[in-house]
């Protein structure tokens, strides 16, 4: 099976893992995700899995991200902040999704392959942050939507601080083996949690760092479920 019939089969896939927001149905359909992974696993682009992408991270799973996007309820005329840029590709499905994304990721190498990805595919209403993105962006502040691909232990107060009234966060939150993905409204009252399910993501970590050079098998695959 060629590439473009293993990404529509992929989509009906998220369909039966509950995601049918046509919009995100819509541009994960015609992101290329093979353009964000390494060429080793080209053949797997469209798994319903997370794959390496060197310096000990992962392009998260088709699944999870199509859940995260769904919950986010981003229309076309938002400003969004995404901390873990990784690879990219759920930064492009956002960028299609929104009217623009402010991207943080704090492994320079990725930030940089990244920025090339989506240049490449001209997409240009990405703006990118080489930084710990604990902190946020607070000179793009406030954000109609935050979006985090990397887990902390509680929700990083900057970003609560960065995000508008009315607005929506979604990101995992908890220790390796113990977290979930939360969805947190900000209204007048404050800020309304509400728990989508369990997660298997990457910590989110303090700093920001030019390379993370790990020891990767070339054919390594991280555990099914983990983003
Ligand atoms: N959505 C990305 C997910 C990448 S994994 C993709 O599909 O490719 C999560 C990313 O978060 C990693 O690249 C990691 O380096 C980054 N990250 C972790 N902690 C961070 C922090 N404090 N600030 C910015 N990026 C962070």
Known sequence: MNLSSRRIRMVMGLRRAGVNDPRVLGVMEQIERERFIPPAWQMDAYEDAPLPIGH????SQPAVVGKMLQALEAGPRMRVLEIGVGSGYQTAA???LVRAVFGIERIKALLSDAKLRLEEQKIDNVFLRWADGGKGWPEGA???RII????ADDMPGALAD???PGGIMVLPLGAAGNQSLWRIRRDDAGFQTEDLGAVAFVPFLPGAIEANHVAETSRYRPAQGAA
């Open 56 to 59: 000990g991270q992962t392009i």
């Open 94 to 96: 956002l960028a299609r």
């Open 142 to 144: 406030p954000f109609d």
């Open 148 to 151: 985090a691909a990397a887990a």
């Open 162 to 164: 960065q995000l508008k």
